[in-house]
Each structure stands twice: as C-alpha cells, then as structure tokens.
C-alpha cells in the first residue's frame, strides 16, 4: 500500500501541471491574439507555432521557477498540502477568468495561492515578506513598463515610417508580425512554465526526493509539455478580448505589441524576476492604443482586466485558504 506522503506528492505534481495546461489555454491570447485579430497568421497555424515555441522556451531557464520555489516562503513551513492547497487555489481562480473571458494573471493566481495556502498552514509569520516584496514589485513595474515602452515604440514606428502609404506598410507588418508572435510565444514559455516547475521542485524537496533546490530536467520537460498542450488547446474567450474588444489593432500596431511585450518578459525572466505575460501585453497594447488617441482604447474592457488583476492575488490566496481549511481534515496536514 502506497504511504500517505507519496500520494499526496503525486496529487501535488497532477495539480501543478494541470495548472501548466490550464496557464496554457488561459495565455494563448498572448502570444497569439493580436497575430490573430490582424489576420496575419490563421488561428490554426498560431496556435500550433505558439504551442510549439512554448515549449522550446520552457527549456530554456529555471531562474524564474528558483525565485517561485524559494523566496515565498521559507521551506520549514512547507507541506505536500500546502503546495496542493496553493495550487487548487490558482486553477480555480483561473478558471473563473477563464469562464468570464477575463485576462487575469496566472503568476499572481500561484503567488496568492501558496501565500493563501501558508497562512492557513502557519500564519503570516511563514512568509518571506522580503522575497514577497520584490516579487510583487516586478509584477507591479512590468505592466508600467509595458505601457511606456509599447508608446514609445509606437510612436518610434510612426516617426520612422511617417511617409510611408498605410497599406504597404502593413503588408510588410503582416510578414513581421509572424516573427514578433513567435519572439512572444517562445519568451511566455520561459517566463509561466517555469513557475509550476517551481511548485513541483518545492513538493520534491519537502517529499526529501531531492535534498537542495535543483529543478529536474524530467520537471523542466514534462511542464513544458503541459503548457505546449495547453496552448493548443487555445482560449478563445480571452482571444476575443485581448485581440479584438481592447484595441482595434492594424498589423504594424501588433508587431509593436509582441515585440515590445516579448523584450520586457525576457529581461525579467533572465534575472529571475517573475512577470506577468498577460499583464505585460495588455498593457503594452494599452501604450499603443494612447499613441494612436485616448479614445482607441475601449475603457469599459480596460476596467475589467483592471479589476481582474487588483483581485487575483488577495482572490487566489483566499480561495486556497478555504481549500485547505476543506481538504487538511480530509487528507491531512
């Protein structure tokens, strides 16, 4: 009979490349949705290069999925319910955004999960609040960062092509845009398949499978396939609202968009540093519609993916504190 500990660890692993699969589906759009609402690229054809890049970008790094595993909370307070409780919280959440077509953030969802999930476990005390800060602050600054350099950008494209006819430069745009979706497609995979790595690394150590905090290449390959699967299972809901109900985006504006979204994803992700990919390329689509005016921007859509990210965190964690304060009777602390 197998022991209680092994169970729970294989539970924790499940859950946490389900939350791969579903971080998969529920961020599609950002890599794909604005190829897709400018026709450059069909909606099979992106799915299938994003699902593919991916996974190739999952392989690349596991800094990020380090400083998931190791600066939210200190291993002592660390359980396989904990993790599973964290978890169970973000899925949920994700799926609620899913459900409402809302581009809400899988990073804060797993963040505010464990958070929730240790306080239940062994109150605030068990929070790294120092690693928490820095956390929190880069996926506070990305989506700033995000809105200036897509204006900037934006506005260096119109400076540069100001006396170029419309319609040939988006046709040249068209070509490009393949290559900025795939920039973006493969540095989403560097940046959120690594934070379930993190997750499963943290599970192994407090299971004492492993004895120091190392991601396993078997973790690295079998997120990344989680996510690439989840990929191309698409999300068309959030497809819908990022592509076409945010901004009315012209192929040379989602060049701009990928591009711009895809340099700040891999310079976060290569100092380890977190970020939201949702947040980061609706907010740079956000700095693109302003440099085209104020009213391109659909502000009653802005409000809502607004709202979604203000609530993700304190969302997330509450849900996975309800889960384990249900299932640590059940199944144990």
């Known amino acids: 009979m197998l022991e209680s500990s092994f169970v729970m660890l294989c539970l924790v ?9 579903i971080n998969g589906f529920h961020d599609t759009a950002n890599a794909i949705a604005t190829c897709v609402s400018t026709r450059a690229l069909s909606i099979k054809a992106a799915i299938f290069m994003a699902a593919t890049l991916n996974f190739a970008g999952a392989m690349v790094s596991t800094k990020v999925a380090s400083t998931i595993g190791k600066g939210i909370v200190d291993g002592a307070n660390i359980t396989q319910m904990v993790v599973l409780a964290g978890i169970l919280g973000a899925i949920i959440w994700d799926l609620v ?21 240790v306080f239940a476990h062994a109150g605030l005390a068990a929070l790294k609040l120092d690693g928490l800060k820095i956390i ?39 070509h490009l845009q393949v290559a900025s979706a795939a920039f973006m497609a493969f540095s989403h995979g ?8 993190g997750v499963i690394t943290l599970a192994l150590v407090s299971y004492g499978f492993l004895k120091t905090f190392s991601v396993p290449w078997e973790v690295m390959v079998a997120c990344a396939t989680a996510m690439a699967l989840g990929t191309a299972g ?14 009315k985006l012209q192929p040379v504006h989602g060049f701009c968009v990928e591009t711009a979204s895809a340099g700040v994803i891999m310079g976060a992700a290569a100092f380890g540093m977190p970020t ?27 409000q809502r993916i607004v709202i979604a990210w203000v609530l993700t965190i304190p969302a997330s964690a509450l849900v996975s504190y309800l889960t384990y304060q249900v299932l640590s009777p059940i199944l144990g602390k």
């Not at 995000?146 to 745009?173: C, D, E, H, Q």
């Open 234 to 247: 698409g999300g068309w809901r959030i497809i819908k609202t990022v592509g076409r109900d945010f901004v």
């Open 13 to 21: 692993i499940a859950a946490a490349l389900a939350f791969d699969y």
């Open 190 to 197: 560097m940046a959120d398949a690594q934070k379930s790595m």
């Open 276 to 302: 939201s990919t949702t947040h980061v390329i609706t907010s740079t689509i956000l700095g693109v519609g302003l440099s085209k005016r104020i009213t391109a921007v659909n502000w009653k859509v802005a």
């Open 136 to 174: 929190v602050l880069a996926l506070v600054l990305s989506p700033i960062l995000g809105t200036l350099i897509g204006f900037l950008f934006m506005l260096a494209i119109y400076w540069t092509f100001r006396n170029s006819a419309p319609g040939g430069l988006n046709k040249v745009f068209r």
């Open 97 to 117: 955004t899913w459900y409402y077509g809302l581009p809400s953030s899988s990073s804060h969802a797993i963040i505010g999960g464990i958070m929730g999930s």
